[in-house]
Each structure stands twice: as C-alpha cells, then as structure tokens.
C-alpha cells in the first residue's frame, strides 16, 4: 500500500457573470490528477506556470479546497478536515514552499520559527524544545548563533534551509517540497538539494518535489508526472520519461533543458528549433475541443501518456493483447 494515493483530485475555481452573479463557467486549475507517493521516494511533478503543480499541492495538504476526488492516507480520505485531525495528518505531512522569505515571518525569531510546529504538536519542555532546535539547525548546516536572528539576515539559500529544518522539525513522513530552490543560484541549489537527500536518508522521508526544471527533477526523482492546463499529460519512471518521452509537451519541456557540452550546442538547439515547429504543428492532435489533454493511457507497466484517441486505442490493444499472453 502506498503512503498516500491521490485520486481524480480536482480544483475548480467557479466563474460568475450576469444580472444575477451565477456561475457561467469553471477554471479548471486541476483536472482529474491522480498518483501515488510511496514510502522514502521523491516523486516529481512537472509542469511549467500555471499548470497547477502547486495547487495540487495545496489540495493535498489542505491549504486550498478541493472540488472532488480523495487523498488517501491510512486508508481514509484526508480531504475530510475530520479526516485530518483523527489521523494527525497535519503533523505528519509538512511543507516547504518556493518563496522563503514570505513563508517565514519577519518578526519572529529562527528560534520561534523552527519550534512552532514543536509547540503545536509536541509540546515540549523549553530546554528539550531548544536542543531540538539547535539539532535541526545543524542538520541543515546552520550555526547555533542563526537561534537568535530574523530571517532578513539570512540568505535565500540560508532562508529556504530554514523552511527544510522546520518542515523536518515533527519528523514527518512526506514533505511536499513546491519549487524549493527555483530561486537560488545554482551552487545554492546543490546545497538545498543534498541537504534535502541526506535528511531523507536519515529519516526516511518521502517527498512530493514541484519544479519545472527537468534537470533538478531528474536528480531528485524515481518516478514523475508531466503536468499541463490542469491535467497530467505523461508520468512513468525516469528512465520513461527522460529516454523514452511520448506526449509533445513533454518533449518540449525535454528540449528547453540546457545544454552544457558546448561542442553540441547547434546540434541542441536545431533539435530543439525542430521539437518547437513540430509542437505548433501538431498540438491541437494532442488536446480536446476545450484544449484539454486527454486521459491517460498506459503504455507500459510504469509509463502512460495522455495520447490522441486512434494511437491511445492502439496501445490499449497491444496492452490487452500482452496481458492475455502473460
């Protein structure tokens, strides 16, 4: 069983209009999402802006109200506040978010900020509440003196350390990390980063990363979904994704990764002038009468994509047709 299973998730924001101020249409930020996390994996999800990386997310955790489908952890729906509170949810799955500085509250002290879940949830002696403190601050590589500073003194790399020790601070079993280092330079990152899979090692943490840099993702991920206006367009293993893409967007986002071996950088960028005239060619194959991507196929154990409906039959065929054989 999987630590969490997300399931024909949706978030639809009502649009009203008319004399009456009744709802004329939906913007559908999510559309029908469903995976799953299983135990101390990083899973990945793709997407550029706007895609609803991040309101999945906070439909997960419970930051923004879902319109239909279910999050499952221990066998309930979490998306039921009750749900939630019998479970410990809240306690049990933690949040680092993209823009450190605001996640952190610029009147508090780093010491009042990493013990605020402690003291929520815990409830800890001071002396006990402290040394728990100045251990997260070592994990993240901090020094002890960071207890008594604000968070404009700091950094963003140093800040968004901070989001990860106190996001860790309740040794939870899923962080859902949103674009954690999208921010930073690139030295920074590779510090989050490492930081970020040395305390999984440690605590056996599972995590949930958002980012739209397909190069951070596949160093982080095992297993990742491809999103897109709301609906995930493909999702299977690495290997599926990064040597075997099949949706035209994903070959995109594939494409806009950069090149650092500069004895190739025409050959990379005319395939990607290629991907590019192909994708405006052939996109409206890929997408319904409401531009949105069709629902996934499989196409192998642990690949499907979101294929136009002729080629998604075929490979329903072939998938029945080798199913029947083993």
């Known amino acids: 069983m999987s630590l969490i299973e997300i399931n024909n998730l949706k978030v639809h924001y009502p649009i009203r209009g008319g004399f009456w101020n009744r709802i004329v249409d939906n913007v559908k930020a999510v559309d029908g999402v469903t995976f799953n996390i299983e135990e101390g994996e990083t899973y990945g999800l793709v997407g550029e802006s706007g895609s609803g990386k991040s309101t999945t997310a906070k439909a997960i955790i ?27 949810y809240n306690h049990d799955v933690q949040m680092i978010f993209q823009d450190s500085l605001s996640s952190l509250n610029p009147r508090k002290r780093i010491e009042d900020i990493i013990a605020e879940p ?21 994990i993240v590589g901090l020094d002890p003196d960071a207890l008594y500073k604000y968070p404009h003194q700091f950094s963003g790399g140093q800040r968004q350390r901070i989001g990860v ?9 899923l962080i859902i990390a949103d674009e954690p280092v999208s921010a930073l330079d690139l030295s920074v990152q590779a510090q989050v980063l490492n930081f970020m899979k040395k305390i999984q090692r440690e605590f056996g943490i599972s995590y949930l990363f958002i980012s739209h840099d397909l190069g ?4 982080m991920c095992k297993n990742i979904a491809i999103m897109n206006r709301g609906r995930i367009v493909e999702m299977g293993s690495r290997e599926d994704i990064y040597s075997h893409p099949m949706h035209i967007y994903t070959k995109r986002l594939l494409a806009a ?17 290629k991907i590019e005239r192909v994708y ?20 192998s154990l642990t690949h499907s994509v979101a294929l136009p409906p002729d080629e998604a039959r075929q490979y329903r065929q072939k998938m029945n047709d080798e199913g029947a054989t083993i």
Request: aromatic share 6%; no cysteine.
């Open 62 to 88: 419970g930051l923004e109200k879902a319109t239909s489908g279910t999050v499952t952890y221990k066998g309930k729906n979490v998306i039921e506040a009750e749900n939630r509170r019998r479970l410990n």
């Open 118 to 138: 402690l003291r929520n949830f815990e409830h800890l002696s001071k002396d006990a509440e402290k040394l728990r403190v100045l251990q997260l601050l070592d």
């Open 216 to 219: 951070v993702v596949r160093h």
């Open 165 to 173: 020790a106190r996001a860790v601070a309740t040794h939870p079993r």
């Open 280 to 299: 405006q060619e052939q996109h409206q194959k890929y997408y319904d009468k409401e531009n949105m991507a069709f629902p996934l196929t499989k196409v």
């Open 257 to 273: 990764i950069p090149e650092t071996n500069v004895t190739h950088r025409e050959e990379h960028r005319q395939n990607r002038l």
